[in-house]
């Protein structure tokens, strides 16, 4: 390597494993949100997981009454409902943080050092 070499090297020489690592890690969250989306969620009632054909009854604190009964196929889809929404925001900045690595490499490929504009 020449001096003259040296002197031509762009900053864009490291974007290959910056690109790598964040296309990978865009795989890695989208495919947390894959399986968050895909798992079924356990019934709950409290912190307590709800057997098949248990219900639950949620109290009052001011009144000591009971304000709401249901079941655990009634639990089971309201948090299914949470879980994939969350689900599917892990999916979209999973794909974001993929498509920032990929907009990356773009711009390393147009803007090297002897690409098209040179």
Known sequence: MTRESKGKASHWGCVT??????VA???WIALIGKD?????PPALCGSRI??????CERYS????????TFGA???RKEQDISKD????????????????????????????????ED
Do not use: N, Q
């Open 73 to 75: 196929d009634e639990s």
């Open 17 to 22: 494993p910056v690109v790598l690592v964040l």
């Open 25 to 27: 890690a865009g795989i």
């Open 85 to 116: 929404i969350f689900g599917w925001i892990f999916v979209a900045v999973g794909g974001v943080v993929g498509l920032a690595g990929v907009g990356l490499m773009g711009l390393a490929i147009k803007y090297r050092p002897g690409g098209p």
């Open 50 to 55: 709800m057997e098949e054909g248990e219900t």
């Open 36 to 40: 968050m989306i895909a798992d079924e």
């Open 61 to 68: 604190r001011s009144t000591g009454k009971t304000t709401d």
